[in-house]
Each structure stands twice: as structure tokens, then as C-alpha cells.
């Protein structure tokens, strides 16, 4: 949260007392923030859910739902694990501090409270949330150079080779345009120049088209539109078609592709971006893990934890360095810049998983013992427009 460390900070109050709320904002008067209040634990979820929430002031003791069931709900969506939660509590024992660190809160307030306390602690946490805004902006300058470097360097080279043989074309052409006024041009002549046009002409076009090819990849790491409504789908369905979908390459590798989902696992999102994602990491598989020649084995294995989907992806090929697996998911990574292949589809697939459907990846792997991608995703997808 907090992506404009300048504007006023949301605090949301959460407590069933509604004493205990109006001190907590008496409180907090005299900072500089927005103050809004839930009574209990399912208004306070609505309320996240729907406006950007800087920091939460949880009571623990609530009836229905308490503030350590709300805490757990809250780190468990990957759209809200980040808000600071701090408890406010008459519990001090070490076993309550103990369990409210384990459940993801970053402080707590013991009851009864001052108000001095409670604008220290709050002010602490809101002082680092505008440190780590100001790194993430920081940040995001340095990949943005990065991507400005790496997009010069990559069309770069296609479009000089296209300019140098556009400047011979018009160079052949113009000397033989001077034969042709002359003295004629002989037979072999003709030939010649036809057969050097032809082939300047191609490599303007394939410097074109790589171009092209280029400037597609780099506008699919923006992840765009879905181009569908978020809905309820049947994820084993999704993912055998997604199979389905992948061309049958000749010249690259073949994989035998298991998929272990029960039929009745199911999410609200995007089935076509689901789809993208595991077309990608296929793509990845048969490039990057099997020759030509080989027959790859992959396994997809879907399984229900509560309100998360978890998916990994393992295949059976000779795997990688840990170094190159860290950085798997940078645009410009590639393990076989020898063979003019550019390394988009993770950092893709990372902007599908992380931007469009809520969830996180990761990658892991050896040489020796392939590589496996573990996707979680929220059983209910956040409601976005953005993914290409």
C-alpha cells in the first residue's frame, strides 16, 4: 500500500467496543491520517476488500470472528498480506505476543492504553511504510533503466543489419541505374544484381520482422487486457485444454504431459490467463529442458488449501544453476542467448500470476533434477482489468 508516500494514510480502527474506538481515534487526531472504524471482524474484511488500507488497528477479543481469525484471513490473500496489523490486546503473556507475531502482525498495543503509545507505535509503522515506498520506487527507476537498455540492445541489432543492407540495396541500385544509362548492362550483370537485390531484401524483411517480433514481446510485458470477464471455470478443464493448445513443433521437443487435478477444483478468475501461464511454462519446458529429439515428462498437480489454490509444474530435464534460477523471472533472462532466444515468457507468466491473478511463483531447481514452478493463487481472483 502507501504507492504515494505524500497522500494522507487509511487506518482502519477494528474493535467491538465502540469506546475503545473512539480512543483510538482521539488518539490519532493529531496525525496526519484517515481514520475509519469496523465493529467487528467481517466489516473490517469488507472494508479492505474495498478501499486501500494502510494500517489496522485489530482488538483480539471480538465476539464471532476475533482480530487473530481476521489477522489470518488478511495474510492468507495475497491482495492484503501486506498491510501492517497491529493487535490491540489485554493479552501480555509470551505465548500472546508469541502467537500475534507467528499470525504476521509487525507490533501490538497492550489494554489499557495511552494515547502517546498508541501515536508511537502507529507512527513507527507508517515511518517504514513510506521507506519501503520510497525503495520500491526506487526500484522500479532501476528496472525501468534496465528495460530501456535491454529493449536498445535487443532491436538494436536487427534493425542495423536492416539499415546497413537498406543502404547497399540503394547503393547497387544506383550504380546499376548508371550502368543502365550508359553503356548498357550485360546479361551476368542483370543476374547479379538481381540476385544481390533479393537477398538484401530478405534480410530487411527478416530485420523487420524480428523487429516486430520485438516490440510484441516487449508490449506483452505490460500484461495488458484479460480480454475476458472474470468467472467460475473448472481448473482440470483449463489446464487440458491448455495443453491441447500447444502446437506439436516437429522441430522442438515433445512432452508427455500428466495432469493431477480433481474435477471439482475450481476458481473465479480468468481461465484464458490460466491458460497463457501454463502454455508459457511449457514453451519454457520444451525450449529450454529437452533437444529436439527427446520426449520430456511433465507433471501439473493441482490441490486445495482452504481459500488458496496451489499448482506446481515439475519436468524431468537436466535443470539449471541457482544462480539462473533466481533469476528466472527477469525480462532479459534467457539460457540460450547463442540461439537468438529472448528471455520474456517467465517475467510474463510473473506479471500474469502476481498482477492479474493475486498470486505468487516461484522456481526452483538443480542441475540434474529439473525444474519446478510453484504457483498459489486466491481461490477467488482479485477483480482487475489487467492482463494481456
Known amino acids: 500500500m502507501m504507492t504515494d508516500h505524500n497522500a494522507r494514510p487509511l487506518v482502519l480502527i477494528v474493535d467491538d467496543q465502540p469506546d475503545n474506538v473512539m ?9 496526519e491520517y484517515l481514520l475509519r472504524f469496523a465493529l467487528d471482524g467481517q466489516e473490517a474484511l469488507r472494508m479492505v476488500a474495498a478501499m486501500e488500507v494502510d494500517l489496522i488497528l ?37 505465548e500472546d505476543e508469541t502467537l500475534a507475531l507467528e499470525l504476521g502482525a509487525v507490533d501490538f498495543i497492550s489494554k489499557p492504553f495511552t494515547a502517546s503509545v498508541v ?55 544506383r550504380r546499376f541505374a548508371t550502368l543502365v544509362r550508359g553503356d548498357g548492362i550485360s546479361e551476368d550483370e ?12 530478405r534480410l530487411i524483411h527478416d530485420s523487420l520482422e524480428r523487429v516486430s517480433d520485438l516490440v510484441c514481446r516487449f ?17 482440470r478443464a483449463c489446464l487440458k485444454s491448455a495443453v491441447s493448445l500447444l502446437c506439436h513443433d516437429p522441430d522442438r521437443a515433445r512432452l508427455s504431459v500428466t495432469i493431477a487435478c480433481p ?21 519454457y519446458s520444451r525450449t529450454h529442458s529437452f533437444r529436439p529429439d527427446q520426449v520430456g515428462a511433465v507433471l501439473i498437480e493441482v490441490t486445495e488449501a482452504g481459500e488458496r ?30 540461439h537468438g532466444r529472448y528471455g520474456f515468457g517467465m517475467h510474463i507468466v510473473f506479471n500474469l500470476v502476481t498482477r492479474v491473478l493475486g498470486g505468487t511463483i516461484t522456481c526452483d531447481s538443480t542441475p540434474g533434477n529439473g525444474v519446478l514452478f510453484r504457483i498459489q493463487l486466491p481461490r477467488r481472483g482479485p477483480a482487475v482489468a489487467d492482463a494481456s
Open 23 to 31: 480512543r483510538l481515534a482521539e488518539a490519532l487526531k493529531q496525525e
Open 58 to 94: 485489530l482488538d483480539v477479543v471480538m465476539p464471532e470472528m476475533d482480530g487473530h481469525t481476521v489477522c489470518r484471513l488478511l495474510k492468507a490473500d495475497p491482495r492484503t498480506r501486506d498491510i501492517p496489523i497491529l493487535f490491540v490486546t489485554a493479552k501480555r503473556g509470551v
Open 119 to 173: 501515536r508511537a507505535r502507529v507512527r513507527t509503522q507508517m515511518n517504514m511504510l513510506r521507506a519501503r515506498a520510497r525503495l520500491v520506487e526506487a526500484e522500479k527507476q532501476t528496472a525501468l533503466g534496465q528495460l530501456v537498455t535491454g529493449v536498445a540492445h535487443e532491436i538494436n541489432t536487427p534493425a542495423g543489419i536492416g539499415i546497413t543492407s537498406a543502404s547497399e540495396l540503394e547503393e547497387r541500385t
Open 190 to 201: 542483370l543476374w547479379e544484381y538481381l540476385a544481390s537485390t533479393e537477398r538484401l531484401a
Open 219 to 235: 508490449k506483452s510485458l505490460a500484461v495488458g487486457q484479460p480480454g475476458e470477464s472474470a468467472r467460475a471455470f473448472a481448473i
Open 263 to 283: 474435477a471439482s477444483v475450481s476458481m473465479h478468475g480468468y481461465p484464458g490467463v490460466l491458460s497463457r501461464i501454463v502454455i508459457h511454462l511449457l514453451h
Open 309 to 338: 489454490i496451489d499448482i506446481t509444474y515439475r519436468d524431468d530435464g537436466p535443470g539449471m544453476p541457482e544462480d539462473a534460477c533466481r533469476c528466472i523471472f527477469d525480462p532479459f533472462h534467457t539460457l540460450w542467448l547463442d
